[in-house]
């Protein structure tokens, strides 16, 4: 501030005749050391002559110099005639007049002040370069009137020039859009602030906008290069190409398509080079305006593009093709264009370039992509076409990898459908979930299998085994070992029988086939569970134990002594048995799931174990929480995963009798029975189950050995059992015209849905099992 009080009074001749205090404080001297003194005198440089301002640099009273900038007004007499001479001083960095206005006129941005009715006060060069119109044209008319018909989003520019007058505070505003004195898109970032006087009212609202089209452009390039990632999230063919068009429009092309080749939607091997005359399968377009254009080519159906168009040359020269208006090649194209759709000509006309890029990946093409820019953007430009190319090179990588899983897949499950399960069957024991997840390794599909298989009784046997090694042999084996152990546990074998039985089926097929599976070997685990008693009984073949997670969410291993592998023959299996509580869920697993090179296989299965209480709505949840947390990031073997909760037969759902071995006791069996069926309101089926009964019943009592039992079993069927001490199985026979017996089984057989006998430990079981009635 002591720059604006500091003046001099000099008169005519040039002596001092007024300082002020301001002056005092700046050269040290005091009025009475200066007043009535040559003002020259002062200065330590000589300034020009006749200069009445300018920068002059004062002697100080200690010695120093001190630059200042003069400002000199004459002082005139009566006469109007100079009679002496003001002079005041500025800061030395102080602009020169007009300086400021000169650089705001000139600044290469635009900049403008309106009054808070939004009317130009202000405007320099670059704002008038903008608008189309000169300063004449725009000072004194409001802005909203000045910006009408132009084609950019008016309302929401003017919404922040109105914030920044009703509120007082600065805004930042970007926009993309045509200019109002053109048509080219252009980015701008503008500030706008509010301009107050010294009592702090708000006078006007000042704005500078700085183009700034290339940093979005720039900008633009890494969003479409970090968005490419995104592209191939699936193994689908299709679905990658249209994950690229949806990359490409509207942010990159007015209208984009890709076309494949034949083959590579396909499972076939790769064609030595692509077709000459360049006929393709559309997979995928978008337009950025609907119906703009209207695609000629339908999806799914064949694209011929002619030689000299540019998607024929990119998959031809295996390179970017750009092209556009003027081009020859082009025009032709477009006539020829305009022959097949004629509908589409605006759309063409509007075209100001493309770009045509093949997709090509490992050294293969595998289509070509189109981009189409319509102005009134830029037409493409060669860092247009470099970036075209990354983007479609990395999409073309994901096509590829799609096409060889698809074609990997294929076969993966041809084998799957013919081996595995293609639905667990119904059954009340337990509730079931699974996972089976080949091998993504380069030596094949592994020999992983499951099964569930439901008993008699409404018990079910639970199984999983892993034939060692992948490949066609493997799998064959696999296949032979899931059926013999379904065909085995048809005829209710103890889990350590059933292995038994499946080792000496291994030990044949390996001498049958020179050694073969020996070499590769196999490993199983065979578990079945009974509802009524809720034991779980299971034996080993050289298979990784069960894990155990029980209703108070502890969890454990199942502790049992594993046999060998099957094939090794001469060895017994063991049978382990416990006692489940109702939910319990057991978790049978393959190798795959918790071996893998240098990891430590009692590590994994205590994650496992962890992964188990894990909260899940579900099995299905469950399953793949598990696989999640325990299965190797990179597995090298197939996993298979079964998942199994126990339920339990309520009281309600049984009931027993002991029967005396007399056959005068078989009718009070029955009416017991009949008394039964009607207290769980099963009267329908009182006739079947009483002349079942009645035959199982007589045949214990005629041919088995005491205690004799009777158990009825209401679940989703109704099964009749009958125990007894003899291990003789009974079997159907033709009885003759004439024979007085013979014919109970027969009969039993067509009345019931199906029946049969297993061994057990104190003898044998008869078992019939009926559907229930609907309801």
């Known amino acids: 501030m002591e720059y604006s009080s500091a003046a001099m009074i000099v008169d005519a001749r040039g002596t001092v005749t007024g300082w002020s205090d301001g002056a005092r404080r700046i050269t040290g001297y005091a009025a009475a050391e200066v007043v009535g003194r040559p003002a020259r005198g002062l200065l330590a440089r000589e300034v020009p002559p006749g200069a009445l301002s300018g920068t002059a640099v004062i002697r100080h009273r200690d010695g120093h110099a001190v630059p200042l900038r003069l400002r000199v007004c004459p002082l005139l007499d009566a006469d109007g005639a100079p009679d002496g001479y003001a002079v005041s001083t500025a800061a030395p960095d102080a602009p020169e007049p007009g300086l400021i206005d000169h650089a705001v006129r000139q600044a290469s941005l635009s900049m403008s002040v309106l009054d808070p009715d939004l009317r130009f006060v202000h405007v320099n060069d670059a704002t008038c370069r903008?608008?189309?119109?000169?300063?004449?044209?725009?000072?004194?008319h409001s802005l909203p009137d000045t910006l009408a018909g132009f084609e950019g989003d008016q309302e929401s520019f003017l919404h922040h020039l109105r914030v920044v007058v009703d509120r007082g505070r600065p805004v930042q505003y970007e926009s993309f859009g045509p200019a109002p004195a053109g048509v080219r898109l252009h980015a701008w970032t503008v500030e706008m602030w509010p301009v107050h006087d010294a009592s702090g009212t708000l006078t006007a609202v000042a704005m500078a906008a700085l183009e700034s089209t290339e940093q979005h452009r720039a900008r633009e390039r890494l969003a479409l290069l970090n968005a490419a990632g995104e592209v191939g999230s699936t193994l689908d063919v299709v679905r990658?190409?249209?994950?690229?068009?949806?990359?490409?429009?509207?942010?990159?092309?007015?209208?984009?398509?890709?076309?494949?080749?034949?083959?590579?939607?396909?499972?076939?091997?790769?064609?030595?080079?692509?077709?000459?005359?360049?006929?393709?399968?559309?997979?995928?377009?978008?337009?950025?305006?609907?119906?703009?254009?209207?695609?000629?080519v339908h999806l799914g159906g064949n694209e011929v593009y002619p030689p000299y168009a540019p998607p024929a040359r990119a998959v031809r020269e295996g390179r970017v093709v750009l092209s556009g208006p003027g081009d020859p090649d082009f025009d032709r194209w477009m006539r020829e264009r305009a022959e097949r759709a004629p509908h589409n000509r605006p759309f063409r006309e509007a075209v100001c370039s493309t770009l045509a890029v093949p997709l090509r990946a490992r050294g293969t093409t595998l289509g070509v992509a189109l981009a189409a820019r319509t102005t009134p953007r830029e037409p493409y430009a060669a860092e247009d076409a470099v970036l075209a190319e990354e983007l479609v090179g990395r999409a073309a990588v994901s096509v590829d990898n799609a096409r060889r899983f698809a074609r990997e897949r294929s076969?993966?499950?041809?084998?799957?459908?013919?081996?595995?399960?293609?639905?667990?069957?119904?059954?009340?024991?337990?509730?079931?979930?699974?996972?089976?997840?080949?091998?993504?390794?380069?030596?094949?599909?592994?020999?992983?299998?499951?099964?569930?298989?439901?008993?008699?009784?409404?018990?079910?046997?639970?199984?999983?085994?892993?034939?060692?090694?992948?490949?066609?042999?493997?799998?064959?084996?696999?296949?032979?070992?899931?059926?013999?152990?379904?065909?085995?546990?048809?005829?209710?074998?103890?889990?350590?029988?059933?292995?038994?039985?499946?080792?000496?089926?291994?030990?044949?097929?390996?001498?049958?086939?020179?050694?073969?599976?020996?070499?590769?070997?196999?490993?199983?685990?065979?578990?079945?569970?009974?509802?009524?008693?809720?034991?779980?009984?299971?034996?080993?073949?050289?298979?990784?134990?069960?894990?155990?997670?029980?209703?108070?969410?502890?969890?454990?291993?199942?502790?049992?002594?594993?046999?060998?592998?099957?094939?090794?023959?001469?060895?017994?299996?063991?049978?382990?048995?416990?006692?489940?509580?109702?939910?319990?869920?057991?978790?049978?697993?393959?190798?795959?799931?918790?071996?893998?090179?240098?990891?430590?296989?009692?590590?994994?299965?205590?994650?496992?174990?962890?992964?188990?209480?894990?909260?899940?709505?579900?099995?299905?949840?469950?399953?793949?929480?598990?696989?999640k947390a325990v299965m190797p990031e990179e597995p090298s073997d197939d996993v298979a995963l079964l998942l199994a909760r126990t339920r339990a037969l309520g009281t309600d759902q049984i009931r027993t009798w002991d029967v005396l071995p007399d056959p005068a006791h078989v009718a009070a069996t029955r009416r017991s029975v009949s008394e039964q069926l009607t207290r769980w309101g099963l009267d329908e089926t009182a006739f079947v189950t009483e002349l079942v009964v009645s035959e199982l019943v007589t045949n214990a009592i005629r041919y088995g050995e005491p205690p004799i039992q009777l158990r009825l079993i209401r679940d989703s069927t109704l099964i009749c059992e009958v125990s007894d001490s003899s291990s003789t199985s009974p079997h159907l026979r033709r009885a003759h015209a004439y024979d007085e017996g013979g014919r109970g089984l027969l009969l039993v057989a067509q009345l019931t849905q199906r029946w049969g006998s297993r061994q057990t430990g104190s003898g044998k079981t008869i078992w019939a099992e009926q559907p229930l009635p609907a309801e």
Request: proline share 7%; charged share 20%; aromatic share 4%.
């Open 411 to 627: 076969t993966a499950l041809a084998i799957q459908r013919s081996l595995l399960p293609r639905g667990l069957p119904g059954q009340a024991a337990v509730e079931v979930a699974h996972r089976y997840l080949p091998s993504a390794s380069a030596a094949g599909i592994g020999g992983d299998w499951f099964d569930v298989i439901p008993l008699s009784g409404t018990r079910v046997g639970l199984v999983v085994g892993d034939v060692v090694g992948h490949g066609i042999p493997s799998t064959a084996t696999m296949g032979r070992l899931c059926t013999a152990v379904r065909t085995l546990a048809d005829v209710d074998l103890p889990p350590d029988e059933l292995l038994t039985h499946l080792d000496d089926l291994v030990t044949h097929l390996a001498a049958d086939d020179d050694g073969e599976v020996a070499e590769l070997g196999a490993t199983c685990l065979y578990a079945v569970y009974d509802p009524v008693s809720r034991r779980l009984t299971l034996a080993a073949a050289g298979h990784p134990a069960p894990a155990l997670l029980l209703p108070d969410g502890t969890t454990r291993l199942v502790r049992m002594n594993t046999g060998p592998l099957l094939g090794v023959g001469g060895l017994p299996f063991e049978a382990t048995e416990l006692e489940l509580p109702e939910g319990t869920v057991v978790a049978l697993y393959t190798d795959g799931l918790v071996e893998d090179r240098d990891r430590d296989i009692d590590h994994a299965t205590a994650e496992l174990c962890l992964a188990l209480t894990a909260p899940a709505n579900s099995l299905d949840a469950l399953c793949d929480t598990v696989l």
């Open 130 to 140: 903008m608008m189309g119109r000169s300063a004449e044209e725009l000072i004194g």
């Open 240 to 296: 990658t190409a249209e994950e690229l068009v949806g990359l490409l429009v509207p942010r990159f092309a007015g209208f984009a398509n890709v076309d494949l080749l034949g083959w590579v939607l396909g499972t076939d091997e790769p064609h030595a080079a692509p077709a000459g005359d360049g006929e393709l399968r559309r997979v995928a377009h978008a337009a950025a305006t609907e119906h703009f254009p209207t695609p000629a």
